[in-house]
């Protein structure tokens, strides 16, 4: 019986993460990881079977575990047991060779090091069982319907564009450069925790519906969201987004300029270069340049575009640049940001 199981509570990220394992989304990882995957996958970017994959998936907890390999553990979620945890591993984790291993910092400064210090120094590992899915949203879909939703419409190359932020005049270029390269486009924002300064999920969603619907061919574009937190690992990070992509039914995958970035934390490029040290993993990866608006070639362009003697009247798009603007009430210029997004993004800052 579940109601006589050891239990233990799982926070959001948590109940986030056993369902994508569930549905496939993090394929192959299937559990929660052992001591052997964690480490393995730290410090190879493979699992002990040998493919490709960066970032651990763990289950912390911040005591000891009463539990070991063989027993079934129920995992509560806000006082509701949600799903089984069939354990065949209990481990205590050294969260400082972790975080230097998967983020390349020790520091808490870094938000994907903070969390992880946050949740405890043990962990649990194993296959897991969803007794009650969780509630979704209109925009989330599981890789069997996302990669269904493709071959409905005949799309048989499929550009990803990973997004944890509200829509810049870069991010619609790289969603423009995508429906030049394949069938359609697949916008997939972040819709777990993110740190604090970065735009609210419904502001993200309400912006990108906005530009989908007036601004995109809309038998092109789809906008379906991705139910994990950020992890700001910058280029593991990068690598992580494109193989849940791959199972999402993505043929390609653009990876910009500081993909997956916080602060000064990751060289700007390591998301592109990090690709270089891996086999094919069966998804193409488009590596993408640092993009601006420059006055002299008159519009959007980026670094293999723009010639070198525009660089001084370069203007660099951010959204850090954006918020800044909006919270000491000024309009960002239509070169940042349309204007027509600005009512929707206003209520975010």
Not at 39 to 67: D, F, H, N, Y
Not at 110 to 135: M, N, Q, W
Not at 209 to 231: H, I, K, N, S, W
Request: aromatic share 8%.
């Amino acid at each position: 019986m579940v109601e006589t199981l050891p239990t233990l509570a799982i926070g959001e990220d948590e109940r986030l993460d056993l369902e994508n394992l569930a549905t496939g989304a993090f394929a192959p990882v299937r559990g929660f990881m052992t001591r052997e995957e964690a480490l393995s996958v730290a410090e190879t970017m493979r699992l002990p079977t040998g493919e490709v994959w960066t970032i651990p998936i763990l289950l912390q907890a911040p005591e000891k575990p009463r539990v070991g390999p063989g027993d079934t553990l129920a995992l509560l979620y806000q006082g509701e047991r949600v799903a089984l945890l069939h354990v065949t591993d209990a481990y205590a984790l050294d969260l400082r060779r972790l975080a230097k291993e998967v983020f390349g910092t020790e520091s808490e400064a870094h938000p994907g090091v903070a969390r992880l210090y946050a949740k405890g120094p043990y962990a649990l590992g194993g296959k897991v069982e969803v007794l009650k899915p969780r509630a979704r949203g209109p925009l989330e879909k599981t890789p069997e319907e996302a990669r269904a939703h493709f071959r409905e419409r005949g799309w048989r190359t499929v550009v990803a564009f990973q997004t944890r932020n509200a829509p810049h005049r870069a991010h619609e270029y790289l969603v423009r450069l995508g429906l030049e390269l394949a069938d359609g486009v697949l916008v997939h924002p972040i819709l777990g925790a993110k740190k604090a300064d970065d735009f609210p999920t419904e502001v993200v969603l309400r912006a990108y519906e906005r530009l989908l619907r007036e601004f995109l061919p809309q038998d092109r574009v789809v906008l379906f969201g991705l139910a994990t937190p950020m992890r700001y690992a910058g280029p593991k990070e990068a690598v992580f987004h494109a193989l849940v992509r791959k199972n999402f039914g993505a043929t390609h995958f653009l990876v910009g300029r500081d993909h997956a970035g916080v602060g000064d934390f990751y060289d700007p490029y390591a998301a592109h270069r990090i690709f270089d040290q891996l086999p094919p993993l069966g998804i193409e990866i488009l590596r993408v340049g640092a993009v601006f608006h420059c006055p002299l070639c008159g519009g959007i362009a980026s670094e293999r575009t723009c010639p070198e003697a525009h660089r001084e009247k370069r203007l660099s798009i951010s959204m850090t640049k954006v918020r800044a603007l909006l919270r000491e009430g000024k309009t960002p210029p239509p070169e940042l940001v349309r204007p027509e997004l600005l009512p929707i993004l206003r209520q975010g800052v």
